[in-house]
């Protein structure tokens, strides 16, 4: 199962929705915007999306098209009045937003206006948590996902080898500020568990384990054959400047979080969940909202959970009762298709019964360096420019502890109908640019989660084999996210895990893994469950409202159609969906 979103752009995960608006602080007494709606997200998204380079790479192939001309080169910062002067700047933003007459505006614009109206009230709630945000981890932290974002750092012309060059440089200033936040951390009393600190710093010393023939060296020469019109002279200079980076700036940049992840060690006054902190329970209920894009409250989720768990537990007994031979069919299981390209491209024509067209776009299937394998998931995608999106890379694991035999479901999840058909469609109609640069992981995740699940009834196995397939893995996510809100919303201990999971696992080493794993990245499993359960819950509904006028194929649609967004919103939304198509009907 690809557990752990390893896809987003790396601001993103930097506080990207954290809006830094220049020129658009409220007046109190006039109501009246000063520019049209279309054209106020435009200057949003211009603004927003050269905050920093490694931003404006993932997101724009051609930004003069968009009235960006000699952006800043910048790596971007990650200090304590930065996200200050960020959360003053999105109530700024969100009380201009609140001047225009949601009325007058269209259907596309009412929901760009509700989405992100939703997403900075939530935002905006950030400022009593600030020392509580964590930017480390030992899969999604920043320090795990920078190296793959600048070895796929995006070359269109020689001007972008160039501003790469620039930008390499910072590296190390921008790593002395997430050291200095975690001395502040430290101070606070917030700093990570040793245990989590360990696995950063022993991912620091796999990448930085062999420095002159470090990965960053050998791909950035590699791409530099793509460029065409290069001298060899340039050629040689570049490579030069880009090794002199890598060893000067980038490596020591790593040394040092290692080194400050060690001084720090033991100053961490917590080793359990996040409900022991001071205000950890109220930050807990935030990351849930931020990060599943449901508004639910966390009693109603676990109640989801439950039901969930115990739906689908019935559900294999079912199936086992019913067909006794399907347990020892599974664990002997063996996939028809096992090469990541042959996988995709029978996915493209496997889909089509279930899931509205998308363009012919190419993909590319990339492996992840040895120095990281250890600490990135089996696959993941990396989400192309919304303006140049012919050209996606999925990128596999060949990590030995990865069966990259049973790879197939996770190629749906990563490739089609997943992540990259997900991101196809939504690029190809076009929505507001500014939509494109905030992070729904709810929706990205629970869909690319849905889809794996029904890719087992593509892989050719029988009816019961694929049900039970996909009720083990709808069970199995269910318990690990009662697992995290356990942990970290009632506080359980290592004991109490124990205690939970006795009808499941009885190993202690499984259940101490699980329970570090849930420690190490708080909010991270719900992400997926609960974005699946509400995309099964829209289904259910859409069913149930529907009956026999319920088609798969466009309930897909609808959901393609809005896009990533939260699921109250969604849900809204389908209410007037549902009406629509009860109407065309008669």
């Not at 098209?65 to 700047?89: C, Q, R």
């Not at 491209?345 to 998308?358: E, Q, R």
Request: include cysteine; glycine fraction near 4%; charge should be negative.
């Amino acid at each position: 199962m690809n557990k752990k979103k390893k896809y987003l752009i790396f601001a993103l995960m930097l506080f990207l929705m954290l809006f830094n608006i220049l020129g658009c602080s409220a007046n109190g007494k006039d109501n009246t915007p000063t520019e049209d709606f279309d054209t106020f997200l435009d200057r949003v998204f211009a603004t927003e999306v050269q905050k920093d380079t490694l931003t404006l790479n993932y997101s724009l192939a051609n930004p003069e098209n968009y009235g960006i001309k000699n952006p800043e080169v910048t790596i971007g910062h990650y200090t304590v009045d930065y996200i200050k002067e960020s959360l003053v700047a999105s109530e700024n933003y969100l009380a201009t937003l609140k001047k225009y007459d949601y009325n007058s505006l269209t259907e596309d614009q009412q929901l760009s206006y509700d989405i992100l109206k939703e997403d900075l009230e939530l935002e905006t709630s950030l400022g009593d948590f600030i020392e509580y945000s964590e930017g480390l981890g030992p899969t999604t932290g920043i320090q795990a996902q920078l190296p793959v974002l600048l070895a796929e750092y995006n070359f269109y012309k020689k001007e972008d080898i160039d501003t790469y060059l620039k930008m390499l440089p910072q590296v190390y200033d921008y790593f002395k500020e997430i050291c200095d936040f975690e001395r502040n951390k430290s101070a606070a009393g917030l700093f990570m568990n040793d245990e989590v600190a360990d696995s950063i710093i022993d991912q620091c010393k796999e990448f930085v384990n062999d420095k002159k023939n470090n990965y960053l060296i050998d791909i950035f020469n590699d791409k530099l054959t793509d460029i065409e019109g290069l001298t060899q002279e340039e050629i040689k200079a570049y490579e030069t400047s880009n090794k002199d980076a890598v060893l000067n700036s980038v490596i020591p940049a790593y040394e040092l979080l290692m080194e400050t992840l060690t001084d720090l060690k033991g100053t961490g006054t917590n080793q359990e969940g996040l409900c022991h902190y001071e205000k950890g329970k109220e930050y807990y209920e935030y990351l849930i909202k931020v990060n599943t894009g449901s508004s639910r409250p966390i009693p109603e989720l676990k109640k989801m959970l439950d039901t969930s768990l115990s739906t689908n537990m019935l559900k294999l007994n079912t199936i086992m009762r019913k067909n006794p031979e399907v347990y020892d069919t599974v664990k002997s299981l063996s996939y028809s298709l096992t090469d990541p390209s042959e996988i995709i491209n029978y996915l493209k024509g496997a889909i089509k019964k279930d899931f509205p067209p998308i363009p012919n776009v190419k993909c590319s299937i990339k492996y992840v360096d040895k120095s990281l394998q250890d600490h990135l998931s089996p696959a993941m995608y990396l989400i192309p420019p919304l303006d140049s999106y012919d050209n996606n890379i999925i990128y596999i694991n060949k990590n030995p502890d990865y069966d990259l035999s049973q790879i197939f479901t996770t190629i749906a999840h990563e490739g089609y109908p997943g992540h990259l058909y997900q991101s196809v469609y939504f690029r190809s109609k076009k929505p507001a640019a500014i939509r494109n640069l905030l992070s729904f992981g709810g929706y990205a995740e629970g869909w690319a989660t849905y889809v794996e699940y029904y890719s087992y009834h593509l892989a050719g196995f029988s009816e019961d084999v694929a049900d039970f397939l996909e009720a083990n893995m709808a069970a199995n996510m269910a318990l690990y996210c009662r697992l995290d809100m356990g942990i970290h919303y009632d506080g359980w201990s290592l004991a109490d895990t124990a205690a939970y999971l006795k009808n499941y696992i009885t190993d202690s080493s499984t259940i101490k893994l699980l329970y570090n794993t849930m420690i190490e990245e708080p909010a991270l499993y719900p992400e997926y469950g609960i974005g699946y359960l509400e995309f099964m819950d829209l289904k259910n509904n859409a069913e149930n409202a529907l009956g026999d006028k319920f088609a798969l194929k466009d309930f897909h649609k609808f959901l393609l159609d809005i896009g990533p967004a939260q699921f109250d919103i969604i849900a809204g939304r389908m209410d007037n969906w549902v009406k629509t198509v009860k109407k065309a009907e008669k």
